[in-house]
């Protein structure tokens, strides 16, 4: 087994142990009785959907200050006018270019 498959092993193993766990906390609290302290199953719960929508809205405002600071993309308008500029001085240049000639003769036998 190598070790990525043991990794994947042990996080398949730990989420099946917390699934349990969680299941026993929230619908069997009280079983053994003493074990645990009254009320346990609505902090689990609480604690749960706190959780839940520290994670959804934490994402919602990460995305929302993305979209805030960064700034907005050139109009296309101005991309083309830039690239037809661009193709203009490079039209222009090799124009601009003297013709290399070939000396006569190369490449007769």
Same mark, same amino acid.
């Given at each position: ?23 026993? *906390? ?8 003493? *074990? ?74």
């Amino acid at each position: 087994m190598s070790k990525d498959q043991a990794v994947g092993a042990l996080l398949v193993l730990i989420s099946i142990v917390i699934m349990v766990l969680y299941i026993w *906390l929230v619908f069997f609290p009280g079983y053994p009785p003493g *074990l645990l302290p009254p009320g346990i199953d609505v902090i689990i719960l609480k604690l749960t959907g706190t959780v839940a929508i520290i994670i959804v809205f934490g994402i919602l405002a990460w995305i929302g200050y993305t979209l805030a600071t960064t700034p907005p993309p050139k109009p296309i308008e101005e991309i083309e006018k830039e690239l037809e500029e661009e193709l203009k001085e490079t039209e222009k240049k090799e124009q601009e270019k003297p013709e290399e000639a070939k000396p006569e003769g190369e490449g007769t036998s």
